[in-house]
């Protein structure tokens, strides 16, 4: 029983410790998800750290977890129409900054997933920095996640 209760909480812990520093850039907070078990895509975020006094652009990613893995952010069209787009230029990060990939904009696209997105599991990705180089990195699959809203207002 304490052992089914144990690795039950492994996913939470994953999620709730992941960080992988590699020389100055830090990921932290990473994981995937999709819209359902049969789903073909499926989509990861995180928070990305520079701790570098230098700016970084991180350029791609690989992963083996599907055919297509590319950077995205969505767009509004002169139409009012939101689209997925793929990010060409890359993302900059800023000196000693930290650039979040979030839902709804800025993410790490899975197109054509060779198996589905399963709670819990890990997936290995390799993120491309122009400075930092490869940095490869583990983050997990949380079906569940739900984002937390953030204040767009400013008040003073």
Known sequence: MKIKLFIAA???LLVLCSSLSAGQIMISDAYARSSGPLAKAGAAY?????HSDESDRLLGVQ???AKKTELHTHSKDYNGVMKMIRIDEGIKIGAMKEHRLIRGGQHIMF???????ETGKIIPLTLL??????VGIEI???QDRKEKKHSQSHTH
């Not at 995180?46 to 520079?50: D, F, L, S, T, V």
């Not at 197109?111 to 997105?117: I, Q, T, V």
């Open 63 to 65: 992963s083996d977890i």
């Open 140 to 142: 997990i699959i949380d």
């Open 111 to 117: 197109m054509g997933l060779k198996e589905p997105f």
């Open 129 to 134: 920095f122009e400075k930092a180089g490869e």
């Open 10 to 12: 492994i996913p939470s």
């Open 46 to 50: 995180m928070r990305i750290m520079n």
